[in-house]
């Protein structure tokens, strides 16, 4: 028999076959194994019991976490925040007040890159037109591209985030 962790909730054998291992909580989660294992280091997930054996088992509350885990991913909530909100409620608070708070900045920041995608739109619309009574245009490899000059802000950002990743 191998040597558990201090503080690890060990369980008979009895009463893990009653439990869920990891490989049941995973077929009917729908989540895999290792991003269980990644959710229980990153204290989304309580620790499991374990059996003498040392599997990891778990309750039927697990199953309610981790459908929790899904929809707040689905809402938009990083890892991190719902770790957050999750330590939150285990400490006896209400993180709804907070809830709120991420999801009205989530929308400020929809509304602006919305706002900048309709911006972009429009140019590439206006863009387009202008090279449908071109046709072709000489150029190094196309002339039309070369000729542009769309100045999409939400472009460049981007391209300074490439460049500032490659170093240059």
């Not at 204290?43 to 929809?71: C, N, Q």
């Not at 009574?133 to 950002?157: F, M, N, Q, T």
Request: with cysteine; net charge positive; aromatic share 6%.
């Amino acid at each position: 028999m191998r040597e558990l962790k201090r503080g690890m909730r060990v369980v008979d054998e009895a009463e893990g076959r009653r439990m869920l291992k990891i490989g049941d909580v995973s077929k009917r989660s729908g989540i895999g194994i290792e991003a269980l294992r990644f959710y229980e280091k990153s204290g989304l997930l309580d620790k499991p019991s374990r059996t003498y054996s040392g599997y990891r088992v778990y309750g039927e509350e697990v199953l309610e976490r981790l459908a929790f885990i899904k929809r707040a991913q689905a809402l938009g909530f990083s890892l991190e925040e719902i770790r957050q909100i999750v330590d939150d409620a285990r400490k006896g608070r209400s993180p709804c007040d907070e809830v709120r708070e991420i999801v009205r900045q989530r929308m400020e920041e929809l509304d602006e890159r919305l706002r900048e995608l309709q911006k972009y739109r429009k140019e590439l619309k206006a863009t387009l037109e202008e090279w449908d009574k071109v046709g072709r245009a000489p150029g190094h490899i196309c002339g039309l591209i070369e000729g542009s000059d769309v100045g999409h802000a939400a472009h460049h950002k981007t391209e300074g985030l490439k460049r500032g990743k490659r170093g240059a």
